[in-house]
Nanobody
Framework: QVQLVESGGGLVQPGGSLTLSCAAS????????IGWFRQYPGKEREPVSG???????FYTGFAEGRFTASRDDAKNMVYLQMNNLTPEDTAMYLC????????????????????WGQGTQVTVSS
C-alpha cells in the first residue's frame, strides 16, 4: 500500500509560480509511475502531467511549456513546478501512483493509477 500526501498549494497571483510536492510512504517509488491531475468543483479530474519510473515526463496541452514534473526517488518525492499561472489553473491538484505496462501511452487515464492523494488547493487570483 502506498500513501500519498500533496503539499505546496496556496494563493498566487496570475503570472506567478508554485511548486507542488507529493510525498509517498508505505513503499518506495522507484518503480512507480506518477500522475498529476487536477479537479474543478463538481467536475471530473483531468490529467496535468505524468512522469514515469524512467523519468520520462508527459504533459497535457495546457501544461506543456509551463509545468515541469520531476521526481526524487531517493526521497520518495515527486514535484510539479508550475509557472505563469492563470485563473484557469485554479483547482485541486492530486498526485497518483501506479504500476504496470502502457503508462507511456496512457498516463493520462485516471484508472491507470491505484493510489491517490487527497489533493492540495491551488488558487490563482488577483
Amino acid at each position: 500500500q502506498v500513501q500519498l500526501v500533496e503539499s505546496g498549494g496556496g494563493l498566487v497571483q496570475p503570472g506567478g509560480s508554485l511548486t507542488l510536492s507529493c510525498a509517498a510512504s508505505g513503499s518506495t517509488l522507484d518503480d512507480y509511475n506518477i500522475g498529476w491531475f487536477r479537479q474543478y468543483p463538481g467536475k471530473e479530474r483531468e490529467p496535468v502531467s505524468g512522469i514515469l519510473s524512467s523519468g520520462d515526463a508527459f504533459y497535457t496541452g495546457f501544461a506543456e511549456g509551463r509545468f515541469t514534473a520531476s521526481r526524487d526517488d531517493a526521497k520518495n518525492m515527486v514535484y510539479l513546478q508550475m509557472n505563469n499561472l492563470t485563473p484557469e489553473d485554479t483547482a485541486m491538484y492530486l498526485c497518483a501512483a501506479g504500476r504496470g505496462i502502457g503508462f507511456g501511452a496512457y498516463w493520462y487515464r485516471p484508472l491507470k493509477y491505484r493510489y491517490w492523494g487527497q489533493g492540495t488547493q491551488v488558487t490563482v487570483s488577483s
